[in-house]
């Protein structure tokens, strides 16, 4: 482990294009939420600590309240963060070298999650491959950290946050995410790839709430890389 | 409540957690110069454009007691500002969750 690039890679989170804010105000609510459910504040942080990407988390949040099954649980969150497989193998051979132990990568893939993996993929380049993934989990580790300061955060204020400021905390996540998706749109592949994604998430919703974010994912990356493709990208 | 906690959030790591593990084991065998990883990158973005377009529109928790226009409204008004302060992420960012709990509690 490079000290040096992973303090580098942690740093990252105080730029200015960083997620710390959208990060922390979603986080917030999540530590909110797991109160009103029951959790204690060791659950709430061991929780986010543990899982990280946040949909899968409000999943789980709701499914308690429902009193939902292991099995019910286990497969509503296996489906939405199955989104991170393509995220994983879009960002894990940019940092392949072979002085890295293979076990290394296994615990840091841990850190992907949307706001780690936006930071990367932006930063990647720039940064000497031998270290690359040293960087990484010094990214990782500093979102993850935010994340989980946050939670305990917003366990201890529950109580203070009305119904609106909730709402307002709710909101930051999607509208930091969809700014970085338009920011994205560089190429025809990447601007087809987010427009499509869109638009086929919510067709698909009608068809199957369920399965819409990965058939309509699917669908969408498919079509977007083979207009790409034939464009000349 | 019927389900154990811990357990949960044993399940829900756990779920969440195969997906990248499978990430790496691909990974192992993909070039980044191959048309592959350049399919897995639109995949990537598909899916989480789908995943945020989702959220916006057919949300969960506390969003969903929003009206859907409001939610638009904010949504469309941040990436404005976005667009024209040149691509600066804070203004909208802290824009938005101030714009939202005014619009719902007065409208």
Partial sequence: MNIKYFLK??????????????????????????????????????????????PGSLIMAESLIVGASLLNIFLAVWLVNARLYPMTVSLFPLLTHKSQPRFKYYLACHFIAVSAWLIMKQNCKSVER???????????????????????????????????????????????FTCVMVGAMKTIQMSLAVILGSVLGILFYFISPEWCILLGGFTAGTLAFFIGELNGN | MATNIFLAILATSLATYISRFL?????????????????????????????????????????????????????????????????????????????????????
Avoid: H
């Fill in chain 1, 9 to 54: 890679g942690f740093f990252c989170i105080k730029s200015a294009d960083s997620p710390a804010i959208a990060l922390f105000a979603s986080f917030i609510a999540i530590g909110a939420l797991f109160k009103s459910i029951g959790l204690n504040i060791q659950e709430s942080i061991f929780s986010t600590f543990l899982t990280y990407a946040l």
């Fill in chain 1, 130 to 176: 031998k270290y690359r993934l040293d960087y990484w989990i010094g990214v990782g580790a500093a979102n993850l950290s935010v994340a989980m300061s946050a939670t305990a955060f917003g366990f201890f204020i529950a109580d203070y946050l009305n119904k609106d400021m909730m709402v307002g905390l709710a909101i930051v996540n999607p509208v930091y």
């Fill in chain 2, 23 to 107: 990430g790496v084991v691909t990974s192992k065998k993909i070039k980044e110069t191959s048309k592959i990883f350049k399919w897995f990158n639109c995949l990537a973005y598909s899916t989480l454009s789908a995943l945020l377009a989702r959220i916006i529109i057919f949300p969960a928790g506390a969003l969903a007691e929003v009206d859907y226009f409001i939610r638009f409204i904010v949504v469309f008004i941040c990436l404005i500002i976005f667009l024209i302060s040149k691509k600066n992420f804070v203004y909208p960012t802290v824009l938005s969750a101030l714009l939202l709990a005014l619009l719902s509690s007065n409208l």
